[in-house]
């Protein structure tokens, strides 16, 4: 596990990751705050600014959506450099094995053990 975290990218992209984790947190709070403020409005004036209301609103949704897409490509590209990693020194340690150890192992046996270490990636 501690590895796959750190082949998931440098300590940099980690915490930039966590930074955009809490922005999405926030910007979701955020908008419910925001609905809440703009049915306090009504409650308190007479005459309410809808365009402000819903301008506002429709700001803070686009840039929550724009955050999340960008939060979870970031996910994305660190599981797949992280799986890369792993499997190449899955790789890179099955066939650089002595002949001795293909001679006792079951071809089939490699191929399930690659078989199972990219079905837990």
């Known amino acids: 596990m501690f590895r796959y975290v750190r082949y998931f990218g440098s300590p940099l992209f980690l915490l930039l990751l966590a930074l955009c984790s809490c ?3 926030a910007l979701r709070v955020t908008e419910s705050y925001w609905l809440a403020y703009w049915v306090d409005a009504y409650a308190n004036d007479a005459y309410v600014d809808v365009a402000f209301y819903a301008g ?3 700001g803070l949704m686009a840039v929550a959506r724009t955050m999340e897409g960008v939060e979870y490509l970031s996910y994305i590209r660190g599981a797949w450099i992280a799986a890369k990693r792993l499997h190449q020194g899955l790789l890179q340690g099955v066939l650089n094995a002595p002949l001795a150890w293909w001679k006792d192992m079951p071809v089939g046996r490699v191929v399930n053990r ?3 270490d990219v079905k837990s990636l």
């Open 23 to 25: 922005a999405v947190g």
């Open 56 to 58: 506002t609103y429709a």
């Open 114 to 116: 690659f078989a199972r």
